[in-house]
């Protein structure tokens, strides 16, 4: 007996509820990277290359997280895009969805260059005679950081904080919360840590507040 498409059940494909716990994960393993990174690499500009050797642990270890935050974080953009639902503008989302993408390839990209410059050492140990290559290497690792990546972070809060107030999927305070974050990513040039830190854990602020919402609409 033949069957049409029309006697199929099919069903529609969920997001898993727990899928939000995607930008916890997230916020702990890019934290940690990052500072693995910061303790590994002087921000001194004249600093000795004496780091290369001390660091490369650190540095290794960084590196295995970064590739399962990244992961983890297309993950959360997929959980907040599922939220928004039919809401979901599309100048808005473009911004959103763009400058997420910006931002995790430029993390890859200097992640990248770190453990080029210690495989680079490690092959050839001379390779800090010419100091002038792991400076470019390092000055070009805090430019995308500090000044691109964070500036892409920024505009990922401010466009998701807008599409947030425009349809009232997120509570108010959450959005004032996410501009004032926002505006601190985009205004400030700092190589200070703790202003590097203020992107992952905005994503676990809000991939609690997802899980909490969750929670209640089960109760």
């Not at 805090?142 to 807008?162: D, E, I, K, P």
């Amino acid at each position: 007996m033949k069957i049409s498409e029309t006697d199929i059940d099919y069903r529609r494909l969920a997001t898993p509820r727990a899928a939000a716990i995607a930008g916890i994960l997230f916020g702990v393993l890019f934290t940690a990277s990052l500072i693995l990174l910061r303790s590994a690499i002087p921000a001194d500009p004249n600093a000795n290359t004496q780091w290369i050797e001390d660091g490369a642990p650190r540095i290794g270890i960084a590196l295995d997280l970064i590739p399962f935050a990244g992961i983890a974080f297309l993950w959360f953009m997929g959980v907040v895009r599922d939220r928004l639902g039919r809401n979901e503008d599309q100048f808005f989302s473009t911004v959103f969805f763009g400058s997420g993408l910006l931002f995790l390839a430029m993390v890859f990209v200097y992640t990248a260059i770190a453990g080029a410059i210690v495989t680079g050492y490690r092959l050839n140990p001379g390779i800090t005679l010419d100091s002038r290559v792991i400076y470019f290497g390092r000055a070009l690792m805090f430019q995308l950081s500090n000044v691109y990546a964070l500036r892409m972070a920024g505009v990922f809060m401010l466009s998701l904080g807008t599409i947030w107030l425009r349809t009232g999927v997120m509570p108010r305070w959450l959005v004032i919360l996410t501009y004032l974050l926002a505006a601190s990513l985009l205004l400030i040039i700092n190589l200070n840590l703790w202003i590097t830190l203020i992107f992952p854990a905005w994503v676990m602020i809000i991939s609690v507040e997802a899980l909490v919402l969750n929670f209640r609409r089960l109760t």
